[in-house]
């Protein structure tokens, strides 16, 4: 939760003396709350008071790294339960588990395809974030040499699963600066842990099934003994005790500012699925709802698609819907005969034309004009679609060297524009479409070519 | 052992219960009811579990994906036998979609909608949801014809849309059945159908709406903060928001690339039928999630699967 400057300014001393470089104890509590200036700066705000602010200023869930090269996962730092509220701002890692008694082939064969699986969508390029390796074999040498040959397949970063501390110490002693997740600490192994996370400075996961009480205590042991970065497993599995697990979790971070829940969670789909699909759709349930880190068993494309664009919508802010980059897009494969229609880049306007396009059997185009992310009638209104604009965009994109009709389609909430466009394009001949993009179909069998 | 204190919100809405079937020999399946987010069972209660409703069409669609084609195959000519069909996959509900009737499409009448509407009553006993071709016109024409053929057996009639809401309601009124209101993806708009609704006179157990579905990547995250406002306003206790929700998500999963295209696509995409159906999945198991009540779904596999894992999140 943050202060107010008034609620700082009361944890101040009030003696304004100026040492902190302002003139006043209110002035610098104003510069405290827009975050414009370290508290430290201060040399007599009393230790309740700093506890007090530093508590305040903290987010009620901790941001932690996993990874240390080029590629990391960075998760936490959420502030609200349902995206429309705000947003959620660090869509969770997707990681697949190989294990350390697979064989060798098929380890390097999971790693470099996990590593080199990328699939484009709305201009991005979306990717998978990790490897955790799995000491199933239960021997700390396997364990070693399993995380060697991964690290040497792929520099994503890890996930060290073991409940072993002398195989998570191994394998850190060789791939520690990769700043790995630890997982797991338990009650069992948890000052050995602690201490290995400690010297190597990497993250600590926490495993403690038996309910939230007893995971906070295992947690504020954890913290207590000087561990910050700390990812979460409640241990619930199936999709109904996940759901509650995590809802639980985030709402008592987020409401309470609950300091030993305060932190992403980790999941393990597959362990609460009887089937690769059902993996798949436990995982998207977790995408949805609140995972910080996801541990998938599988990796198959025609599953890690859908659940790649899953998070790209869910983690889409909605302030700021995905535009499209302005230009000439395709749909199925038209040729210079083919129908040429007007939109916006607000990618939900385009796709809602592009998808009854596609449905209607006639291959085309649309030309997408750049209105700032706004809907037809918004970005008309707004003054960010008008005839010059899309004259504009169609000389820009040359329209007409793939167009050899050199007819356009309006869309219908903006028939108005057409007298204006056939000035702004006099050698060409302006269609008005129906208002909604469900009835193109109906539309372009009615007209197109007639 | 320090006791987390979970936060448990005190709703004072809950969702409206909306019964079909359960007369004329029909089996009742009743939806609505919680007083809770979805699966929230610390909170508050789930009288009802979310339902699969299975799409048949009145004429074998000449547009549907081959991995659909292949996985219905034969039945798919007669809409009696496909709804059977459907019930054995494990329908709870059958949607009768009356596509033919469309302009572009067959512009079939009122005789040829009566005669598909009493095929899929004579051949199944589960609750059935009768929708129009989508076109205001048509929609009245046939869902009259079709209330009539369905009297006494409280079906489901739609889409119910702001221009054409008047007539649809009215026969629902008649006939005894329930009315599903459509609108674009707009809270304002949904809660402005229900309150016409309510004004011709429907009562709220006659009342499902559909607030419009995104497809995954077509606007999937639209329809799920809609859906999650609605319920959210609704437990809060605005009661224009409270009407069961239904989501034709297999008819928006399927008509998408990625489900329709066959071939040039990148490997990345992987399998083609896995990923389609694995489209249709994540679309329905993400929207249960945000406080779906009916989804409706078309492959065998999405039906069997969202069955289990509604009943997996039902359970506590």
Known sequence: ?450 | MSAVEVPVEKWTGKIHEVTLGGTGGRKAVTVGGQNTLPFLHFEGKMPNKPVVSVEVQDKAPGDWSPHLMSAWGDVMSDPGAWAKKAVEYGADIITLRLRSAHPEAGDTGADEAKQSVSKVLSAVDVPVIILGPGVAEKDNKVLVAASDVAKGQRVALGNCEEKNYRTVAATCIADGHVAIGHTPLEINLAKQLNILLTDVGLSTDSIIMDPDTGALGYGLEYSYSVMERLRLAALGGDAMAAPPIISPTGAEAWRQKESKVTGGVPDSWGDHEERAVTWEEVTAVTLLNSGVDIVTLRHPKTIALIKATIDKLMST
Request: proline share 6%.
């Open chain 1, 1 to 450: 939760m943050a202060l107010t400057g008034i609620e700082i300014y009361k944890f101040l001393p009030k003696t304004n003396c100026k040492e902190c470089g302002f003139p006043t104890c209110l002035a610098f509590a104003m510069k405290l709350a827009q975050k414009g200036v370290e508290l430290s700066k201060c040399p007599y705000v009393s230790d309740e008071g700093k506890q007090a602010l530093e508590a305040a200023s903290r987010p009620p869930i901790r941001l932690v790294t996993i990874g240390a090269g080029d590629r990391t996962i960075k998760v936490g730092n959420e502030v609200v339960m349902h995206r429309h509220e705000k947003t959620f701002y660090n869509a969770p890692g997707l990681v697949v588990r190989v294990k350390d008694n697979d064989p060798q082939d098929q380890v390097s064969k999971t790693v470099a395809d996990v590593a080199a699986y990328m699939v484009e969508r709305v201009g991005m390029e979306l990717r998978m974030d990790g490897i955790a390796v799995d000491n199933a074999s239960g021997s700390a040498a396997d364990f070693v040499k399993c995380v060697e040959l991964v690290k040497s397949k792929a520099d994503l970063p890890l996930v060290l699963m073991s409940k072993d501390p002398a195989a998570i110490g191994q394998a850190l002693d060789k791939v520690a600066s990769a700043k790995p997740l630890i997982y797991a600490a338990t009650g069992d192994n948890c000052e050995q842990m602690v201490e290995l996370a400690k010297k190597h400075q990497c993250p600590l996961a926490v495993c403690e099934p038996a309910g939230l009480d007893a995971l906070a205590d295992l947690v504020q042991k954890v913290m207590d003994a000087g561990v910050e970065d700390i990812v979460l497993d409640p241990g619930a599995r199936d999709f109904g005790a996940s759901l509650i697990a995590l809802t639980q979790i985030r709402r008592t971070a987020i409401k309470k500012n609950f300091q030993s829940l305060g932190f992403p969670v980790i999941t393990f789909p597959g362990e609460g699925a009887s089937s690769e699909e059902e993996e798949a759709t436990l995982a998207a349930q977790q995408i949805a709802k609140y995972a910080g880190v996801i541990v998938l068993d599988h990796f198959s494309p025609a599953i890690i698609y859908p659940l790649l664009t899953l998070r790209l919508n869910i983690y889409t802010d909605p302030q700021k819907p995905i535009q499209m980059t302005p230009g000439i897009y395709e749909i199925g494969t038209p040729t210079p005969d083919s129908p040429l229609g007007v939109t916006t880049n607000f990618s939900l306007t385009y796709f809602s034309i592009a998808g009854e396009l596609e449905a209607s059997g006639f291959p085309s185009r649309l030309v997408v004009c750049d209105t700032e992310g706004l809907s037809v009638l918004t970005a008309w209104s707004a003054g960010k679609l008008d005839a010059e604009k899309i004259a504009k965009s169609v000389k820009e994109f040359n329209a007409a060297d793939v167009a050899s009709h050199k007819t356009i389609i309006l869309p219908g909430g903006v028939a108005v524009l057409r007298g204006e466009l056939e000035e702004e394009l006099p050698d060409w001949k302006i269609m008005v479409g129906p208002r909604e993009a469900v009835d193109v179909g109906g539309y372009l069998k009615q007209n197109w070519g007639k």
